[in-house]
């Protein structure tokens, strides 16, 4: 790790709530986490819809890491991401790991699947927990779960006008079920 990057991770870990973590870890952090590059989504200059799939989950979970998970993610992103597109929506997955370790959260959610966005550290008071969990989409404090979301978007400023939840599934086996059952994955909203 070089000194600037130890630096900004310092300032990083003083600034951020529950950030500590980010320079509690051993060893360097990696430089690029597996997940789909974000330059490959088209973003209209207008106000667009989005489909979001949110996983919550957790290093320390024995459901969270159930063998036949990340199989069943990776395929609901892709499903997702078809319907999506066939609907002109933007999709968006984002991965939360529910670990106080920001090193075990990127670990966990690099074994799970890809995704756009992530958000590990602070264990129940991670912001993507606060948010998703106990916040503006209030739902069971558990994992793995995932959240499936709507969302309208102000192309211009990228602000997130609009949050709807379209579902909710909670636990390995839910999820799985989920994955298997006939037609689309998108409820009629």
């Not at 630096?7 to 870990?13: D, E, P, Q, R, S």
């Not at 129940?124 to 779960?145: D, E, L, S």
Request: aromatic share 6%; with cysteine; proline share 6%.
């Amino acid at each position: 790790m070089t000194p600037r990057r130890a630096i900004l991770l310092f300032l990083a870990g003083l600034l951020l709530p529950g950030g500590w973590h980010v320079v509690n870890t051993s060893g360097p952090l990696p430089d690029t986490p597996r997940y789909r590059e974000l330059s490959t989504i088209q973003r209209p200059d207008s106000t667009y819809a989005e489909l979001v799939l949110v996983y919550l989950g957790s290093s320390g979970c024995a459901a969270s890491n159930a063998a036949f998970l990340p199989a069943v993610v990776a395929q609901l992103q892709e499903r997702l991401a078809m319907e999506a597109s066939k609907r002109g929506m933007v999709f968006t997955s984002i991965g939360v790991a529910k670990d106080a370790s920001v090193r075990a959260g990127l670990d966990h959610l690099d074994r799970t699947a890809s995704f756009d966005e992530i958000a590990v550290g602070g264990s129940w008071r991670n912001v993507a927990i606060q948010r998703y969990v106990f916040g503006k989409v209030p739902g069971r404090p558990a994992t793995p779960q995932l959240v499936l979301l709507e969302r309208r978007v102000s192309g211009a400023t990228a602000r997130v006008e609009d949050v709807d939840v379209l579902l909710r599934k909670v636990g390995s086996a839910t999820i799985r079920r989920w994955s298997e059952g006939p037609g689309d994955r998108v409820p009629a909203g």
